[in-house]
């Protein structure tokens, strides 16, 4: 599967923006989704997960109850809301995806993904 990542942009503190990622050349539903994001000098990190059936999220805890990941197997997309930014969540976000049989398997660990978009950048300025 083919992952493309758009959306980002700049924002000033407390703004909201979404990204979004769209899959191709694979079956979307068979595929847990996620989000990670990468600061400058830091490490990849989780953000939040989705299973393939949606019905099972989580979060990374920086990001909990501002942001929200929602997916639409229908039209191969998941999206990310990002709701009250602040500076720490500028970033390049990256979305990844990892073929699954049960409905509602996710991971908060990026070694489980095998597919992986590029990412777009958030910068969030106070």
């Known amino acids: 599967v083919q992952l493309q990542a758009s959306g980002g942009g700049s924002v000033q503190v407390g703004g909201s923006l979404r990204l979004s990622c769209a899959a191709s050349?694979?079956?979307?539903?068979?595929?847990?989704m996620a989000w990670f994001r990468q600061a400058p000098g830091k490490e990849r990190e989780f953000v939040a997960t989705?299973?393939?059936?949606?019905?099972?999220?989580k979060y990374a805890d920086p990001v909990k109850g501002r942001f929200t990941i929602s997916r639409d197997n229908t039209k191969k997309k998941v999206d990310l809301q990002m709701n009250s930014l602040k500076p720490e969540d500028t970033a390049i976000y990256s979305c990844?995806?990892?073929?699954?049989?049960?409905?509602?398997?996710?991971?908060?660990?990026?070694?489980?993904?095998?597919?992986w978009g590029q990412g777009t950048l958030v910068t969030v300025s106070s």
């Open positions: 990844a995806a990892y073929p699954v049989a049960s409905l509602r398997s996710v991971s908060i660990q990026r070694e489980s993904y095998y597919y």
């Open positions: 050349g694979g079956t979307f539903n068979m595929y847990t």
């Open positions: 989705i299973s393939r059936s949606g019905g099972i999220l």
